[in-house]
């Protein structure tokens, strides 16, 4: 088993963008090709602890020019012999084989990467509701003949949860139908909002429910929201809830 | 080069808090919370924290879930590095 990977089901893949910003974090082995002291190995990972270079591998999916990743943080966890176990927490599209090859290059003896787990992908993490393939196929089964709604929630996350580290808006009944129609989200609109908000994130814009209405992109910050009585205060960039879930409460253009 | 500064912080690790700008209420009668979304449309907008088995890729379990579940279209938030 490799760990987190989050399955996004019919109108849930229109999330897969905030889920990609968000981060992964890994456990990995990585084998030595030759002997280092535990000290130095944990010199070299705190080396690593920073924006880091890297071009995708050959056989990757994506362009190969070189680009940057942070990596948040990497723990050294154990080591037994020329098996080195460590934590890391990172940008999303990080590679970790490269980071173990280019580890074991600054160590000097070369290393590779042996295993490795994701045990976190943005909000979503391996100790808290991961299930299996066979809990999937066995509690979908139990479902349809059951017809309770509780056991779909044994294995099935409301998309909102992947949503749980984008900054998020509250806004009014009033204000979701055109939303859901792709206009903008204008300040009236607003009830309440988190910090951190800067002009040009990510923002989930959601209804008093906490259902999510759409991704948008910020054109102000919280502080500037907060102040703002009228205007756009984010793009909406992706719709998540189907158009007339909530009465149209706006005027037409008129034609 | 060597950096001991202190480490950056994850999108996990950021506090947020939320600002109040004014007060509404919501109507029942329209939308659910997500946790009360009924049967098929709560599996439609739904997500599966899957422990992914080694050996398939991603895009083949993301198959076997599609058709073990005999939906139109799922899809996986990226792969685990090849």
Redesign the interface.
């Known amino acids: ?13 229109k ?2 963008q905030a ?7 890994y456990v990995c082995v990585m084998k030595l090709h030759g002997n280092a002291t535990e000290n130095r190995v944990n ?1 070299v990972l ?2 690593f ?2 924006t880091i270079y890297q071009r995708p ?1 050959l ?1 990757a ?1 994506v362009k190969r020019q070189l680009r940057t990743r ?1 990596i ?2 990497i723990d050294f966890l154990e080591m037994d012999g020329r098996n080195v176990l460590f934590k890391v ?1 990172c940008e ?2 990080t ?3 490269k980071l173990c090859y280019d580890i074991g290059e600054v160590l000097g003896c070369g290393a590779h990467m042996q295993e ?1 787990r ?1 045990t ?7 100790n ?6 066979h809990d ?2 066995y509690w ?1 089964t139990e479902w349809q003949q059951q ?1 309770n ?1 509780a056991i ?2 044994k ?8 949503l749980a ?1 984008v ?2 808006i ?1 806004i ?2 009033s204000a ?1 139908d055109a939303i859901c129609h792709g206009a903008n989200l204008t300040a009236p609109g ?7 908000i800067n002009s040009g994130s990510m923002v989930a814009i959601l ?6 209405v759409a991704l948008a992109k910020a054109v102000a910050s ?1 502080e500037e ?2 102040n703002m009585e009228h205007g756009v205060v984010a793009k909406t960039e992706r719709v998540l ?1 189907p158009r007339g ?3 149209k409460c706006w005027k037409s253009g008129g034609t | 080069m060597h950096s001991a500064m202190s480490r950056s912080v994850a999108p996990w690790e950021i506090e947020r808090k939320l600002l109040v700008k004014a007060e509404d209420k919501t109507d029942t009668r329209y939308g659910h919370k997500p946790e009360e979304r009924l049967g098929k449309e709560y599996i439609r907008y739904g997500v599966i924290n899957l422990d992914k088995p080694a050996g398939p890729t991603s895009h083949e379990v993301a198959a076997w879930i599609k058709r073990i579940l005999n939906l139109q279209c799922v899809g996986h938030g990226g792969t685990l590095e090849a």
């Open positions: 088993m490799t760990g987190v990977l989050p399955v996004t089901l019919e109108e849930s893949r999330i897969v889920l990609l910003y968000s981060g992964k974090e010199e705190e080396e602890e920073d591998p056989r999916s942070k948040y943080y927490g999303g599209g590679y970790i084989r490795l994701r976190r992908a943005g909000p979503l993490v391996e808290g509701d991961i299930v299996t393939l999937v196929a979908f017809k709604d779909l929630r294995f099935i996350q409301p998309m909102e949860r992947a580290l900054s998020k509250y009014r009944d979701v607003i009830l309440s909002l988190e910090t951190g209804s008093l429910k906490g259902e999510a919280t929201i907060l809830m879930t909530y009465p």
